[in-house]
């Protein structure tokens, strides 16, 4: 399962094209990874994280690594976006 810090790839910004670029194709590789691998049993998701990680938020790393393992353990879901409530 990829993890990234990839808000970018949803809604891109004109001063980090370059570094959305390549959160885009990360993301893409995900959802055409999970096509590929679901009917094997073989579970490909992404944590789409939309803010700056930050202890004492929302965007903690504990709540994050929360939503990832719940990710882990339905293996439904192909991306989860994260972003402050």
Known sequence: MLVLVQG????PYADYSSLAIGK?????LAY???Q?????GIYVG??????FVEEG???S????????YHMFENRKDVEVTFEEK
Request: aromatic residues 6%; hydrophobic residues 45%.
């Open 32 to 34: 055409s990874l999970n």
């Open 61 to 68: 790393p504990a709540n994050i690594a929360e939503t990832f």
């Open 36 to 40: 590929e691998l679901a009917s094997k």
């Open 46 to 51: 992404t944590l789409t994280i939309k803010g």
């Open 57 to 59: 938020t929302y965007v």
């Open 24 to 28: 885009a194709g990360i993301r893409n």
């Open 8 to 11: 970018l790839a949803l809604h």
